[in-house]
C-alpha cells in the first residue's frame, strides 16, 4: 500500500520533465515528394551496387591461383582474386565514365606512437565513398 502513492507520484512527474525536440512538420504534400525521393535514392544507390559488383566481376576477378592475381578481402565480407595491381578490387570511374581506375586509399598517421614511430592507418575505402 505504501508503494501506489510513489507510483501515483512518478507517473505524475514523467510529463512535466520539459521536452527538448525540435521538429517542424512538412506540408502533406513535401512529406510524399521527400519519401518518393528518398525511395527513389536508395533504390538507385542499390542498383549501382549491383552495377559495380558486375563491372567488378567482368573486369577484374579470376579464378584462384591464376598467375598476375591476388587475393583480397572485399569489405562485403568476402575474398577474392582480383588483378594485380587493383589493391583491394575496388575502383572508380574515370571523369567520363569510359575507364575504371583503382580507388585511392588516403594514408593517415596516427597521432598515437608504438614503439618507433605512428603507425600507419588505411580506413577502409567502403567508410570513405560509400562503395
Not at 501515483?8 to 520533465?17: G, H, K, N, S
Not at 544507390?45 to 552495377?51: D, G, P, Y
Not at 588505411?122 to 560509400?130: E, Q, S
Amino acid at each position: 500500500m505504501k508503494r501506489i502513492p510513489v507510483i501515483i507520484a512518478l507517473f505524475l512527474a514523467v510529463p512535466l520533465i520539459a521536452q527538448t525536440a525540435k521538429v517542424i512538420q512538412l506540408s502533406p504534400e513535401e512529406a510524399k515528394q521527400a519519401k518518393v525521393l528518398h525511395d527513389e535514392q536508395d533504390s538507385i544507390a542499390k542498383r549501382i551496387v549491383e552495377f559495380d559488383q558486375a563491372v567488378r566481376a567482368r573486369y577484374l576477378s579470376a579464378p584462384k591461383d591464376q598467375e598476375g592475381h591476388t587475393q583480397t578481402y572485399l569489405f562485403n565480407g568476402s575474398w577474392v582474386w582480383v588483378k594485380d595491381g587493383w589493391g583491394t578490387g575496388n575502383f572508380q570511374y574515370s571523369e567520363d565514365f569510359k575507364f575504371i581506375v583503382p580507388a585511392v586509399v588516403p594514408q593517415y598517421s596516427s597521432p598515437y606512437s608504438f614503439g618507433c614511430g605512428g603507425v600507419q592507418v588505411t580506413p577502409a575505402i567502403g567508410a570513405l565513398t560509400g562503395k
